[in-house]
């Protein structure tokens, strides 16, 4: 029960803030700036691995989640619990978020700027890239130390701040789809759901090819996952 209220807990954080600079940004007329938002996500995913990094893992990511038990590098029969966890805690965000500024219609749900399949591949190779990177540092379902918050956190800002203006830069199912669901906005819904957990699983095979055939392939401990 403590991971996953570090995981509710956590991806709460992570939209709140995420989301949040988003909604004030737009009620404040731009004064925290596509670059001030980009880093808000990465900082403050950057903090919650630090937070809870030692008690779940701080995965913050259905995608990630589920990455991670593909890779096994947490048992399958974890990963149900997580993945409620996170969106328990997204929704909680964007409900609170709501009651906060009611006047807002999106409540910082990513909508894509152009094409729905532009935005598809755009979060399917986001999401693959930032998962390569989070099994490059990490151990188990563990980050390997403090330098991994810190790249892991990185990697976010860097794509959220050259993509995010065309899909958002996601690369979350719960961070996507509880401000989605509850301000409306669920007609692109879909590809926030799917592409970032495609990609995620993408990068599971990419790290086999890259590193040694064990780094996905040993059995998963259940004690600190």
Known sequence: MK????????????VFAGTGAIVINAATHGSITHVGIALVFGLVVLAMIHTFGDVSGAHLNPAVTLAFAAARRLPWREAPGYVVAQVAGAFAASLLLHFLFPQDTTLG????LGSDAQS????????????????????????????AAITIGGVIALEALFAGPISGASM???RSLA?????GHLSHLWLYLTAPILGALLAVPLCLCVR?????????????S
Do not use: H, Q, R, Y
């Not at 991971?3 to 992570?14: D, I, M, N, R, V």
């Not at 401000?179 to 301000?183: D, W, Y």
């Not at 040694?212 to 600190?224: H, I, L, N, V």
């Open 212 to 224: 040694d055939s064990t780094c996905c392939c040993a059995s998963p401990t259940s004690g600190k």
């Open 3 to 14: 991971k996953l209220l570090a995981e509710c807990l956590g991806t709460f954080t992570l």
């Open 172 to 174: 979350n199912p719960a």
């Open 109 to 112: 749900a990513t909508l894509p």
């Open 179 to 183: 401000p989605a669901f509850i301000s």
């Open 120 to 147: 598809f591949v755009l979060e399917l190779v986001l999401s693959a890239i930032l998962m390569l990177t989070i099994l490059s540092v990490s151990t188990g379902a563990k980050e390997k130390g403090i330098t």
